[in-house]
Every structure is written in C-alpha cells, then in structure tokens.
C-alpha cells in the first residue's frame, strides 16, 4: 500500500514557475514508476509527466515539454514536478500516482496507476 499526499499548488501570473511535490509511504516507493496527471475543469484527467523508479528516464507531455522536470528522490520518497513558464491553460488540479506493475514507459496511461494522491490545485492567471 502506497498513500501519497501532494503539496506546493497555489496561484501564480502567466510566466511564472511552481513546484510541486507528492510525499509517499511505504517502503518500496523506490520500486514504483511515479507519475503527474491533471485535470482542469469539465475535462478529462491527463497526463503530465512520468518517471521511471531509477529516476534516470523521463516522460512528457507534448504540451509540458521544454517547461516542466519531473524528478524524485527515493531516499526521501518523495517525487516533484517543477513547473516553469506556466501558462493559464495548465491551471488544473494535479494529481500524483503511483504505477507498481508496467515495466516499459512511457507511463501516461490513467489504468496503469494503482494508487492516487488527493491533488493540489494549480491556478495560473493571465
């Protein structure tokens, strides 16, 4: 069982940056693929970014590309999502989760995840 709790949404100007972070118990948090979804409102839940439980490979949205850097620390168990020049269109809440069980990238279906945090709000004004 992994529980996982988001941290660092808030409100922000078009350009800015934020940086989130999800903290996980557990012991094999290390073993986990971890990834960030959002979902804004009257939408679908998407995907973010994923990164493979070696920290060393990495997965993007098209849309966040060049923007956002996921990254984790597994002596902490903890993974983050910086967020640079942030845009009104990437006001969502945004959620992590936790893939104990696909082997192969690029990590960005919603099924394959099998725990979730709560979600943090981000908001980006214009």
């Known amino acids: 069982q992994v529980h996982l709790v988001e941290s660092g949404g808030g409100l922000v100007q078009a350009g800015g940056s934020l940086r989130l972070s999800c903290a996980a118990s557990?012991?094999?948090?290390?073993?986990?693929?971890m990834g960030w979804f959002r979902q804004a409102p009257g939408k679908e839940r998407e995907f973010v970014a994923a990164?493979?439980?070696?920290?060393?490979?990495?997965y993007y949205a098209d849309s966040v590309k060049g923007r956002f850097t996921i990254s984790r620390d597994n002596a902490k168990n903890i993974v983050y999502l910086q967020m640079n020049s942030l845009k009104p269109e990437d006001t969502a809440v945004y959620y992590c989760?936790?893939?104990?069980?696909?082997?192969?990238?690029?990590?960005?279906?919603?099924?394959?995840?099998?725990?979730w945090g709560q979600g943090t709000q981000v908001t980006v004004s214009s």
């Open positions: 989760a936790a893939d104990a069980r696909t082997r192969v990238g690029p990590y960005n279906k919603i099924d394959e995840y099998d725990y």
């Open positions: 557990g012991r094999t948090f290390s073993n986990y693929a």
């Open positions: 990164i493979k439980w070696n920290g060393i490979i990495t």
